[in-house]
């Protein structure tokens, strides 16, 4: 894996919703979780995270959709029902956009999955790392300075 080439451009499906990144992700990953696999119709979402400073809507108004949770905030274009990405109260210096989202997705591919007892038993996804349930925010740093040197930014 390698940084992608900043900043970075995304959009939901109808492109109502577009955003852009301006830092390298602080992380990717996979979740296998039943919500996830609910919310993106598939046997895990996969996403990047980055610094939310770094984070900015070009254009629309996302609505909050998926479970509407006081810990967790979920993000979704009002028009293409498109999930785009979350805010986690529990890591609020993140924004955890959807991969797919991402106008450019080959520099992607997922470091950590999570809630891997959940997981469908044909689901794999490549990640080094693994969870089986959701890694703590101590888990997350530990693991950062291992994703800055796998996408070559640290000897």
Known sequence: MKDPA???QGSCRCGAVQFRVTAPPIATMACHCTGCQ???ASAYSLSAAFPVESFELLSGE???GGLKGEEIHHYFCPSCMSWMYTRPDALPYMVNIRAT???Q???YAPFIETFTREKLSFAETGAPHSFDEFPTV???ERLTPAFEKEMG???
């Open 6 to 8: 900043l900043p970075l």
């Open 62 to 64: 996302p609505v909050l």
């Open 105 to 107: 997705t080959g520099w």
């Open 101 to 103: 989202m991402f106008d």
């Open 38 to 40: 609910k919310m993106s």
């Open 153 to 155: 930014r640290s000897a």
């Open 138 to 140: 101590e888990d997350i």
